[in-house]
């Protein structure tokens, strides 16, 4: 995990968690915070605790797809009601929110699970997959024909989402089930990389040979800098690798 405030930003309002469930499974958590002065920090510090607690706990596995899928959108919405009290309670945080994307991930499958526009993307023989779909209102209206991709990368509305964490009494993450492989490489990400580096780029470095994971979010973060660094940027890597241990839990 690698996380910067970036070349702009006073506050680095981002937050990543990666460690394992009680069952064994691998489990990561990247959250972007928004809102006023600290709040987004706030929101995305009261989601990334809860949600490590929560999947911590977890003593399931991933082979009840159903059951999974039912108790992650649980967590979240614990999540959810933990922020949005909280800035209920407090009209310094009025209206504080964040972005999540989480994954859950055993020797053969993965559950994705997001709100807003951090990514989560899949590297596979090379080739790079984008898991999520950004709940933003630019998506909504390039989604929709009202705009071209390239329209949409540029346009300067692009951040405006129309899905948060704890801006809403009720919230619905999108949940996802993915096939894991040996040899693929999981990143999730805040939109501070994804919206200034370019998918071409990512998966580049995403797929050089000579690097490890350490290397590689470090050249991740120097990507989003070089290209402006205009806001927080966070990284999560997980590879599968059969012959290695869990190791790099903790927060970013």
């Known amino acids: 995990m690698r996380s910067h405030v970036g070349r702009v930003r006073q506050l680095n309002e981002d937050l990543a968690w990666i460690g394992t469930t009680a069952s064994g499974l691998t489990a990561a958590v990247v959250a972007d915070g928004m809102g006023g002065h600290k709040a987004g920090e706030v929101a995305s510090g009261l989601a990334v605790e809860s949600l490590s607690r929560s999947l911590s706990a977890w003593r399931e596995d991933l082979g009840d797809e159903a059951g999974g899928r039912t108790k992650l959108r649980e967590l979240v919405r614990k999540a959810n009601a933990t922020v949005y009290e909280t800035a209920s309670a407090n009209e310094q945080y009025s209206n ?72 809403d009494k009720e919230v619905e993450p999108d949940l996802k089930l993915i096939d894991w492989r040996p040899g693929d490489r999981l990143l999730l990400c805040s939109d501070g990389l994804s919206s200034l580096v370019e998918d071409r780029l990512i998966a580049q470095t995403l797929g050089d040979p000579d690097t490890d994971l350490e290397q590689t979010a470090d050249r991740l973060i120097a990507l989003a800098l070089l290209a402006g660094g205009d806001d927080n940027v966070t990284v999560a890597l ?3 690798d059969k012959d290695a241990d869990a190791a790099g839990g903790g927060t970013a």
């Open 96 to 167: 504080m929110g964040t972005t999540v994307v989480l994954a859950l991930l055993d020797d053969s499958r993965g559950l994705i699970g997001h709100i807003g526009d951090s990514r989560a993307y899949r590297l596979r023989a090379g080739e790079m997959e984008q898991l999520t779909e950004d709940h933003t209102l630019v998506n909504e209206l390039a989604k929709s024909g009202q705009l071209s991709p390239e329209e949409a990368a540029h346009h300067p509305r692009r951040n405006v989402l129309t899905r948060a964490l704890g801006t």
């Open 238 to 240: 997980i590879d599968y």
